[in-house]
């Protein structure tokens, strides 16, 4: 995968880490990262079909490497959240509601399969809702919508209308995070592949939607002291199209010292997004008297809050990446390899 766009799938995971575990100093990081997550995910979704499984019979050789990526570290985190929750049961509510055992049938499903997570009053992996968006994309873009431009163009033009028609409320979905209501950002993604060379964006268009990112990102929610603003998460698209853009026209050289850094990076993004509230429980019971990013008295504070947080949701990526996803990475090697030839 080109390394800048590893890069920016890591800073969009910190900034998720960021949101949730100091909003004082990043109200709005989170749901701007997700925007710019939904993008990427429909670009790169649509590369995969049209490079690797373009052809009907490598549907099932598709669907299983999309497995291979996301579940096995989706389960371990699971499997290790729900252990957490069961050691530090109180701590684990305290910072964060949603943290709790499933006790009944209904509220074991969504854990278990991620869809439905957005509805669910319990989920032991709380910022994975969103992943049941992309889930649902995944398929569509996949099988259907991805494999041609035409289909592609269909996709964004049905789904723009519908977001527009959420983010008013006259549709029965929320705005943020649904399959309906930002669908059109994963459409808009996967078109982007179609045109990625079509539209150019040179340094000065680079800088300037760098900056128009970077104030969607943190000037604007830090000004409206709101998270969630759908015309500042429209907006976001936009500059952070050009800036995916930019990367793709502009690749990192595969020579490059950075090239590596920025791979390994791409790689933690998934497990620092999977992990960060599992960790933080356990990190706030040992040595921060079971207290929450709320509970800091200070923006010092919460920093040192956040910095601990951070690095151990790190350092368990890390682990994660080692144990799981790159011995996992061999088998999907031999599926693409299989689906290429």
């Known amino acids: ?89 109180g701590v684990a509510y305290h910072i964060n509601t949603y943290l709790r055992w499933p006790a009944t049938p209904a509220e074991w499903v969504p854990q278990l399969t991620v869809f439905g997570l957005i509805d669910a009053h319990v989920r032991v992996l709380p910022a994975t809702w969103t992943l049941g968006t992309e889930l649902y994309f995944y398929l569509l873009i996949g099988l259907l919508t991805g494999r041609s431009r035409w289909t592609a163009l269909a996709l964004a033009v049905v789904s723009i209308p519908v977001g527009a028609l959420c983010a008013l409320g006259k549709l029965p979905f929320p705005f943020y995070g649904s399959a309906m209501g ?46 969630l603003d759908p015309v500042n998460l429209t907006a976001s698209v936009l500059p952070f199209a050009a800036i995916l853009l930019f990367l793709v026209q502009h690749p990192l050289p595969r020579t490059s010292r950075l090239a590596p850094l920025f791979d390994t990076l791409g790689k933690l993004a998934y497990p620092l997004f999977l992990l960060h509230w599992t960790v933080s429980v356990v990190l706030s019971a040992l040595f921060f008297d079971g207290q929450a990013s709320f509970d800091a008295t200070d923006l010092l504070h919460g920093g040192e809050y956040f910095a601990a947080m951070f690095a151990g949701a790190l350092a368990c990526s890390v682990g994660f990446y080692l144990l799981i996803d790159r011995p996992i990475e061999h088998l999907r090697r031999r599926v693409r390899g299989r689906a290429a030839a």
């Open 1 to 89: 995968m080109n390394a800048g766009l590893n890069l920016v799938r890591f800073f969009l995971a910190a900034n998720v880490v960021a949101f949730h575990l100091w909003n004082a100093a990043a109200p709005g990081a989170g749901p701007i990262a997700v925007i710019g997550f939904f993008f990427t995910s429909g670009f790169l979704i649509t590369q995969v079909v049209q490079e690797v499984y373009a052809q009907p019979r490598k549907i099932g050789a598709f669907v299983l490497n999309r497995s291979l990526r996301i579940f096995p570290q989706y389960f371990a985190a699971l499997g290790l959240g729900l252990l957490v929750i069961r050691a530090y049961p």
């Open 182 to 227: 930002n669908g059109f950002v994963l459409a808009l993604g996967s078109l982007a592949y179609f045109h990625r060379q079509a539209i150019r964006v040179g340094w000065p268009g680079f800088v300037l939607a760098l900056l128009a990112w970077l104030a969607n990102l943190y000037l604007v929610p830090g000004l409206e002291q709101s998270d």
